[in-house]
T-cell receptor
Framework: AQSVTQLGSHVSVSEGALVLLRCNYS??????LFWYVQYPNQGLQLLLK??????LVKGINGFEAEFKKSETSFHLTKPSAHMSDAAEYFC?????????????FGTGTRLTIIP | DTGVSQDPRHKITKRGQNVTFRCDPI?????LYWYRQTLGQGPEFLTY????????KSRLLSDRFSAERPKGSFSTLEIQRTEQGDSAMYLC?????????????FGSGTRLTVV
């Protein structure tokens, strides 16, 4: 079964500082991995996705993530935090090559930006 | 196309009442998913359709829950005899079939409060 674990339910960083949100996956088959952002009372917006084309994935709003098979990780980073980055972030996974099956989500990380 | 639409955005109901939510997917997407998100948690998979066929149902989907997608277009999720534990955000997503484009698009959700 596919699963993801997000380390740290709350992360606070100063404006302009590096953002690092951690996600580790567990999978018996090659995974596809996603990061979504959710603002209060809103749905989920896709930040980026790993679908085996490249291990370093660049997404929207300056975010990127690197797939590391040896570490079973897919951590999300942004070099310089902005106040507008304050939101809930979810890592998600599905099985590679099975054509848009259901996503399995982590429990989320709430990112707070300190002015 | 304006994306995935969900209606209503908010619903308050008394315990024991029935409620129905609607989801209109992106028109060219033939897969449609329902998720439930409780406070402080990641979305949990409920069910998904390919066209009008319901392909998978989670064990979370008790007998009080039923989902339909007549004609493979919009979908409805009905909860009968609501309980306070049903209070959650119900999210709908759609995606195109196929293994080359893992593009899940989420709606803004329906927030259900059972009093």
């Amino acid at each position: 079964a596919q699963s993801v674990t997000q380390l740290g339910s709350h992360v606070s960083v100063s404006e302009g500082a590096l953002v690092l949100l951690r996600c580790n996956y567990s999978s018996s088959v090659p995974p596809y991995l996603f990061w979504y952002v959710q603002y209060p009372n809103q749905g989920l917006q896709l930040l980026l996705k790993y679908t085996s084309a490249a291990t370093l994935v660049k997404g929207i709003n300056g975010f990127e993530a690197e797939f590391k098979k040896s570490e079973t990780s897919f951590h999300l980073t942004k070099p310089s935090a902005h106040m507008s980055d304050a939101a809930e972030y979810f890592c998600a996974t599905t099985r590679a090559g099975f054509g848009n099956e259901k996503l399995t989500f982590g429990t989320g990380t709430r990112l707070t930006i300190i002015p | 196309d304006t994306g995935v639409s969900q209606d209503p955005r908010h619903k308050i109901t008394k315990r024991g009442q029935n409620v129905t939510f609607r989801c209109d997917p992106i028109s060219e997407h033939n897969r449609l998913y329902w998720y439930r998100q409780t406070l402080g948690q990641g979305p949990e998979f409920l069910t998904y359709f390919q066209n009008e066929a319901q392909l998978e149902k989670s064990r979370l989907l008790s007998d009080r829950f039923s989902a339909e997608r007549p004609k493979g277009s919009f979908s409805t999720l009905e909860i009968q005899r609501t309980e306070q534990g049903d209070s959650a955000m119900y999210l709908c997503a759609s995606s195109p079939r196929g293994s080359e484009n893992y593009g899940y698009t989420f709606g803004s959700g329906t927030r259900l409060t059972v009093v």
